[in-house]
């Protein structure tokens, strides 16, 4: 050996798991699924008085004897389902003599995770501190086991997997809420479930009448020991269960209450009766005290369990009333939503985290029927990403609401990133305070066309669900997430938008990286998948739900992909109609006999949609008023200043007269080029009117004097209209309202 850990050839090959097992001074044995022995190493052969036996002879016993026979084929089947299993056997070796052996048995399991047989480690133990030793070792693991447990139904859980069968036959846990008790855990030996209509079931409340000796361990919050039934007499809790405690020979009970912080949180009840065959049928002083210690550490795990869910769910209700409280019903869409927070984490170096994060998802309506879609992740997880994206979400709707295309709203909450950024100082005054990071995608969909126009900044491209596939929307231009943009590039340079059609029944699927990001991910053989892996087999998944609603569309994609919620998930699913909806257009020439003819195509309109009488009437009102408006606003424009050139001559100049032939027909002409659109949109509960005309000036509501003539229009129309706005388009604007179509 040239240095500390340096071994040679000879040694190397004594370090073999062989050569280690055949000279370890502990018997090893390994058992298969049907308890055959496949190998045992040279000290369990001597310790099971087996000498010079072949490991391949598979018909040898261990020698356990008949009396811990049952208690072995329950533990056994303990261990073949996961758990750890330490204690005692009285063992007969094969010369006859008869010695205590102490084991203890855990899963063997394949690289894929399944247990395919048992491990057992065992070594000669002494009498005198048999249970001393069963006791503490039992004390030892339900601590590590409390340890990991996060939540009250698995840490009750836990407690009573590990005290039954080996230390009791009967456990029974029950919690105070508020000035009640209610039983939370009832597990029993394997095999044996209380009859209906005796002992109280799972979240019934339980009462003790005074007197019993539970009311005593409450009352007086100490351990109480009942050594024997047969030797006590106290107060029964009622016929039919004093019936079942005799008809299974209920032998001894322990009763310890959980107390914290001088408060009682309910009692922890254990007993013994003759369903199992054990060496001693009673608790003894000894097990009052070691029930006790376990009660005081079971007490602790609930306390702290009941703390953290309720710090969880304050962080889950935080975040929950920052995400829509429901969505709205939109012609032409159904839409389906999840949110799911992550699973708590006990390190990552910050102690258990409630997982609360950023995701987030929003559905706008906008004007005359068209709805925004939104889906986004703020960085990071806690309260300060929940707050940011609480933030973000409110912005968004606030810009959504100009009607503005998507790249322009993403510009818009671009800026706005950096300004929620909380400041921070260095020592020397700087400010280093960093934006948050977000990604984002804003879509803005309009069922009548089923034009779906969208931007996107740095988020996972949609799943477009259609005529029997799923693959991942094209998308050519995905920008920077949002807070990340270069120091002098603007954001409009960043942020593109898109268009697409919807075919008619197709489904859309915006998620958040939680959905693929799982912990663990694995395929069959054990291997880790990849978020890449895991959209695959989402995608396969989805395939077969292209037909189904958008809520089982939801459903499969949270159950589609292993493992658990790494982050926090967030999926909004939203799916086309598959019938075209009713929609009228016509464009007429800005003339004011045109307001009648523009009414008239309303009115037959709403008449062929069998649209009730009153509402069609107050449709077809605004609609005077708003094309007037319209109508009034063209004939008022100025007029486009145009050379007159008369053959090669030269421009007359502008101090002659403008008095020439065929001047007012051009200018006739011109104001006559105005033009403006009438369409009407009809809906499940209301009508949509837009009027699209080539001013850019966007309409206001002026105060009108008594005396005045006009002004009055567009007043009316926010009087008697659900809704109205308007819009700039390409070409110039849009002013649009809605009327309800069903009365209550």
């Keep these: 050996m040239k240095r500390w850990g340096d071994l040679s050839q000879d040694a190397a090959d004594h370090l073999s798991a062989g050569s280690v097992l055949d000279h370890a001074e502990m018997a090893v044995v390994v058992t298969d699924r049907f308890s055959n ?18 490991s391949r002879d598979r018909s040898r016993s261990l020698g356990i004897m008949e009396k811990d026979h049952p208690l072995a084929v329950e533990l056994a089947k303990h261990v073949l389902k996961g758990g750890v299993w330490e204690g005692t056997f009285d063992v007969r070796r094969g010369d006859g003599t008869i010695i205590y052996v102490r084991a203890q048995a855990v899963p063997l399991r394949h690289p894929s995770g399944s247990v395919t047989g048992i491990v057992i480690t065992a070594r000669e133990a002494m009498r005198s501190n048999e249970r001393e030793k069963d006791r503490f070792g039992l004390l030892e693991r339900i601590g590590e086991r409390l340890a990991g447990s996060l939540y009250v139904e698995e840490t009750l859980k836990r407690v009573a997997e590990m005290l039954v069968p080996q230390f009791a036959d ?3 846990i029950e919690l105070m809420q508020g000035d009640r008790m209610t039983r939370r855990v009832s597990t029993h030996v394997p095999g044996w479930k209380p009859p209906p209509d005796t002992w ?4 019934a409340e339980v009462n003790y009448p005074a007197g019993h000796y539970a009311d005593i361990a409450l009352r007086r919050q100490e351990t109480v020991l009942v050594e024997d039934f047969s030797q006590t007499n106290y107060p029964s809790t009622g016929p039919a269960k004093s019936r079942l405690a005799a008809e299974v020979g209920m032998t001894s009970a322990i009763v310890a209450p959980l107390c914290v912080r001088g408060e009682v949180l309910g009692l922890m009840y254990l007993g013994l009766s003759n369903l199992t065959d054990r060496r001693s049928p009673h608790y003894d002083a000894f097990d009052r005290d070691f029930v006790g210690t376990i009660a005081t550490r079971v007490a602790l795990a609930v306390d702290n369990a009941l703390l953290f869910e309720e710090e969880r769910h304050t962080a889950e209700s935080f975040q929950k009333h920052l995400l829509p409280a429901e969505l709205p019903e939109l012609d032409g869409l159904e839409i389906a ?6 699973a708590p984490l006990a390190s990552h170096g910050q102690g258990i985290q409630t997982q609360v994060g ?4 929003d559905v706008i309506p906008l004007s005359a029927g068209r709805v925004g879609i939104v889906i986004g992740d703020v960085e990071g997880r806690g309260p300060k990403a929940a707050a940011v994206m609480g933030q973000l979400r409110a912005a968004l709707r606030a810009f959504a609401q100009d009607d503005k295309p998507p790249a322009e709203i993403l510009a818009k909450l671009d800026e706005w990133t950096n300004i929620v950024a909380i400041p921070e100082r260095d020592d020397s005054g700087v400010d280093v305070s960093v934006p948050p990071i977000v990604t984002c995608q804003y879509l803005v969909y309009d069922a009548w066309s089923r034009q779906l126009s969208f931007a996107n900044a740095g988020h996972s491209p949609p799943l477009l669900l259609v005529d029997g596939t799923c693959t991942e929307l094209h998308i050519e231009e995905v920008g920077q997430p949002l807070g990340v943009r270069a120091t002098g590039l603007h954001a409009d340079l960043v942020y593109k938008e898109e268009t697409r059609m919807l075919p008619p029944g197709a489904a859309l699927l915006l998620y958040t990286d939680g959905l693929v990001d799982r912990r663990p991910s694995r395929d069959a053989d054990g291997r880790p998948l990849s978020a890449e892996e895991n959209l695959d087999i989402l995608c396969e998944r989805l395939a077969d739900t292209c037909d189904a609603p958008a809520e089982h569309i939801a459903q499969a994609a949270t159950d589609a992909v292993p493992g658990d919620i790494d982050d926090d998930m967030a999926i909004l699913v939203v799916r086309s109609a598959r019938d075209d909806l009713d929609v009228e257009e016509r464009t007429f020439p800005a003339q004011p006999i045109m307001v009648g003819e523009a009414r008239r195509m309303a009115a037959e309109a709403f008449t062929g949609w069998n649209v009730p009488e009153e509402p069609a009437e107050l449709a077809c009102l605004l609609v005077s008023e708003v094309v007037t408006n319209v109508v009034l606003h063209a004939a008022n424009s100025s007029v486009p200043r145009r050379g007159l050139v008369v053959g090669a001559a030269a421009p007359i100049p502008f101090e002659e007269s403008w008095d020439v032939s065929g001047f007012d027909s051009l200018d006739e002409e011109i104001v006559n080029e105005k033009e403006f659109t009438l369409r009407l949109r009809r809906g499940g509960e209301s009508v949509w009117v837009e ?3 080539q001013d850019l000036r966007l309409p206001r509501i002026r ?3 008594e005396n005045d003539e ?5 007043y009316l129309v926010d009087q008697l209209a659900k809704r109205w706005g308007s819009r700039p388009t390409k070409e110039g604007k849009a002013v649009w309202f809605e009327i309800p179509t069903k009365t209550r």
Excluded at 200 to 203: D, K, S
Excluded at 337 to 342: D, E, G, T, W
Excluded at 710 to 714: N, V
Aim: with cysteine; charged share 15%; aromatic share 20%.
């Design 37 to 54: 022995v496949v190998y045992w190493n040279p000290f369990a052969e001597r310790l099971f008085g087996h000498p010079g036996t072949s």
């Design 170 to 172: 009967h456990c029974f």
């Design 200 to 203: 109280a079931p799972l979240g």
């Design 337 to 342: 939503v999840r949110y799911c927070p992550a």
């Design 358 to 361: 950023g995701d987030w998802y």
């Design 691 to 693: 009027v699209f005309d």
């Design 703 to 705: 105060s009108a004097g």
């Design 710 to 714: 006009g002004g009055r229009g567009l």
